[in-house]
């Protein structure tokens, strides 16, 4: 089946650091989403990025779908950026979600 | 512009009893609806969605049960909860299957 796999499982940074999130996926792909999951659980879009790069602010996202994987940037870090980040991918109607990286940002 | 809304936000309820969670999506017409179970730990896992009304596709066997009574409306049911029901349930939309999906707050559900 089609598989997603992020890492790194966890992640602690210093506030002002930089860093990045990786997702690799088994399969071709047409439909890849970030999510950053909040303290309260709430899934926050972050990208829509089945291919190229896309920015939002502090945040950037570059997806390779010829080599099957997806980074996401996180710069200038802020304790507000704690929580689980997900991505996921589309794959037979439904998003399979990877495990998550549980960022946490120290003040 | 689209709105999502789950309720209750939490449930406790004790082994055998009923459940209904709802949810509605606001802003949209026919929109793809989606339910998704987050248990302890960090996955999710799609149970059930639907093209339309009264159109249910469930992923995974179990002890749940859906329904689309509405075109903006999609219901999680179970007859008697178990133990293992208890997790964290998201309810998703989106315009399309190939499109980019939104999720509701959420209902945290604790069986005891």
């Known amino acids: 089946g089609i598989q997603v796999e992020q890492s790194p499982p966890d992640l602690i940074l210093q506030e002002g650091a930089n860093s990045t999130l990786r997702c690799n996926f088994s399969d071709s792909v047409n439909n890849l989403q970030w999510f950053h999951q909040n303290p309260w659980g709430q899934l926050i879009n972050l990208f829509y990025i089945p291919s190229g790069t896309k920015q939002n602010g502090r945040l950037s996202a570059t997806t390779v779908a010829t080599e099957r994987y997806s980074l996401l940037y996180i710069s200038s870090s802020q304790t507000t950026d704690s929580g689980v980040y997900f991505c996921?991918?589309?794959?037979?109607?439904?998003?399979?979600f990877g495990q998550g990286t549980e960022l946490s940002v120290k003040p | 512009s689209q709105t999502i809304h789950q309720w209750p936000a939490t449930l406790v309820q004790p082994v055998g009893s009923p459940l209904s969670l709802e949810c509605t999506v606001e802003g949209t017409s026919n929109p793809n609806l989606y339910w998704y179970r987050q248990a302890a730990g960090r996955g999710l896992q799609l149970l059930f969605y639907s093209v339309g009304i009264g159109q249910i596709s469930s992923e995974v066997p179990q002890n749940l049960s859906a329904s689309r009574p509405q075109d903006r409306q999609f219901i999680l049911s179970s007859k008697k909860l178990l133990l293992s029901d208890s997790g964290f349930y998201l309810c998703?939309?989106?315009?399309?299957?190939?499109?980019?999906?939104?999720f509701g707050p959420g209902t945290r559900l604790t069986v005891t």
């Open positions: 996921a991918k589309l794959g037979g109607g439904k998003l399979i």
């Open positions: 998703a939309w989106s315009v399309g299957e190939l499109y980019e999906q939104y």
